[in-house]
Nanobody, 123 residues
Framework: DVQLVESGGGMVHPGGSLRLHCAASGFTFRAYDIMWVRQAPGKGPEWVSAIDTTGDLPFYADSVKGRFTISRDNAKNTVDLQMNSLRPEDTALYYC????????????????RGQGTQVTVSS
């Protein structure tokens, strides 16, 4: 079975950092782009970042560009999201998802996702 399991969320003060981790199993990990999506309370989901199969091509939403860094390890079937300079508006449930094809910056263009990890940024 395809599984994506996130970890690393928590509560931090504004300006703080967190590193989210996504562990994948049950499919040929290196064959798929992977994305991170977040959903804040009362809002729709939005894609935050994605990475291509090789790990050489990252994508970032404008709202996180320069603050977040995505990486992947195809030997370990994992994707990480390093989040720096966190803001209250980054508060959301973050989940990783397997992109259906080459990533084309569409939030719902995935076929499997994890349960998510909560990130709360508050003073």
């Amino acid at each position: 079975d395809v599984q994506l399991v996130e970890s690393g969320g928590g509560m931090v003060h504004p300006g703080g950092s967190l590193r989210l981790h996504c562990a994948a199993s049950g499919f040929t990990f290196r064959a798929y782009d992977i994305m991170w999506v977040r959903q804040a309370p009362g809002k729709g989901p939005e894609w935050v970042s994605a990475i291509d199969t090789t790990g050489d091509l990252p994508f970032y939403a404008d709202s996180v560009k320069g603050r977040f860094t995505i990486s992947r390890d195809n030997a370990k079937n994992t994707v990480d999201l390093q989040m720096n300079s966190l803001r209250p508006e980054d508060t959301a449930l973050y989940y990783c998802a397997r992109v259906r094809g080459p990533f084309v910056k569409r939030t719902n263009d995935y076929d499997y996702r994890g349960q998510g990890t909560q990130v709360t940024v508050s003073s």
